[in-house]
């Protein structure tokens, strides 16, 4: 993409993963084994040609800042553009205050940044997406601002949804905690000029308002040429505990692990050195993503492992998510559960959840 920034808007996300964010914020908390769910995102705006990225922060971010650092793994790390994480909000404002607020609190990065037009989007969108043809498509219909929006039926989406007339331009917004209207899941990501951004966060706050979406955007579908354009590819919106679990579990589908994470470029994540997982005598895997640094000695089935995760001798996980440095003791049987960094599970312990209610145990707990 030509003259484009990128923005990562962080401030109050809607957020339903529970004890997944205790302690960290939602683009932080890990995926697919070895991966942050921010990296899906930031990793499309690179392999689409954006150099410069601004993440706009808000809370419990300090897993975020050790996972991107300098941004080296997405070729950030640059003397001019790259990466920059910026902090919640000026001294004096409150951060309970919408999007709107840190935006301008901000302003200088933005008018800063040589860029034209500017790329505003979610942390948790799952997707693979080339921004190249979103550009096309502003340019080709004149647009004021693009949205991207996904058809589908996924229950477990708590994101807005939107309407169109019949040549595509956007009637309707309707927000994530009203009921569903339709199947056009807004994925929360917005293409328009900077200048024009810039004169949305001004105007909407003189009349007193706070959110980008509801308030400067949705305000003005009237005066404004608001598209859609519609993607193609997966996506998982994953903001709820039961989104979260289904889509980790669809990655042990073949079709969607490769259209996911290679199609139309790689995902990129912060790299570990780590030794090849290791299978003992009556350790047994299958139809399982297990990343580097495991030690499996029990019995893993339709499940996700994560770095560094030990399964004793007589263990058994099915259909569940043992993340980063986790220890499974002997004889211990784990069933639909989500087991965060750290936790040891001792001998004999049974944890069993459901696959619409799965178990979790939260960081560094020990049961």
Request: glycine letters at 8%; charged letters at 20%.
């Amino acid at each position: 993409m030509k003259n484009v920034m990128g923005i990562i808007n962080m401030v109050n996300e809607p957020n339903q993963l529970e004890e997944l964010t205790y302690h960290r914020n939602i683009g932080s908390v890990p995926f697919a084994g070895r991966y942050r769910l921010i990296d899906f995102i930031l990793s499309s705006m690179v392999n689409s040609g954006i150099t410069n990225v601004g993440i706009f922060t808000h809370t419990k971010y300090r897993s975020l800042m050790d996972h991107l650092g300098s941004g080296k793994e997405w070729d950030l790390d640059r003397k001019r553009s790259g990466l920059f994480i910026l902090p919640p909000m000026k001294e004096g404002l409150d951060p309970t205050n919408g999007d709107l607020h840190t935006l301008n609190a901000h302003r200088d990065y933005l008018h800063r940044s040589s860029e034209e037009y500017v790329l505003i989007t979610r942390s948790y969108m799952v997707c693979n997406i080339d921004f190249n043809g979103l550009q096309e498509f502003h340019n080709s219909n004149k647009a004021d601002i693009t949205v991207v929006y996904k058809e589908t039926n996924d229950i477990d989406s708590f994101s807005t949804r939107i309407g169109m007339d019949d040549k595509g331009k956007v009637i309707s917004m309707w927000e994530p905690n009203a009921s569903p209207h339709g199947d056009k899941v807004s994925m929360e990501m917005f293409f328009l000029k900077k200048s024009l951004l810039l004169d949305l966060i001004e105007t909407s706050l003189a009349k007193g308002h706070h959110s980008l979406m509801k308030d400067a955007i949705r305000t003005n579908m009237g005066r404004l040429n608001i598209y859609g354009y519609a993607y193609q590819g997966y996506l998982g919106v994953i903001n709820t505990l039961n989104s979260y679990y289904r889509h980790s579990m669809n990655l042990l589908n073949p079709n969607v692990w490769r259209e996911l994470f290679f199609r139309p470029g790689l995902i990129y994540t912060k790299i570990k050195d780590e030794p090849p997982t290791r299978h003992h005598d009556g350790g047994h895997t299958s139809n399982s993503m297990v990343a580097n640094g495991c030690v499996i000695e029990g019995v893993v089935t339709n499940s996700i492992l994560f770095r560094g995760v030990h399964i004793c001798k007589g263990a058994s996980v099915k259909n569940s998510i043992i993340m980063q440095n986790g220890v499974i003791h002997e004889n211990a049987a784990i069933e639909h559960a989500i087991i965060d960094k750290d936790v040891i599970i001792k001998a004999e312990r049974t944890l069993i959840g459901h696959e619409r209610a799965p178990f979790i145990v939260v960081k560094r707990k020990v049961i």
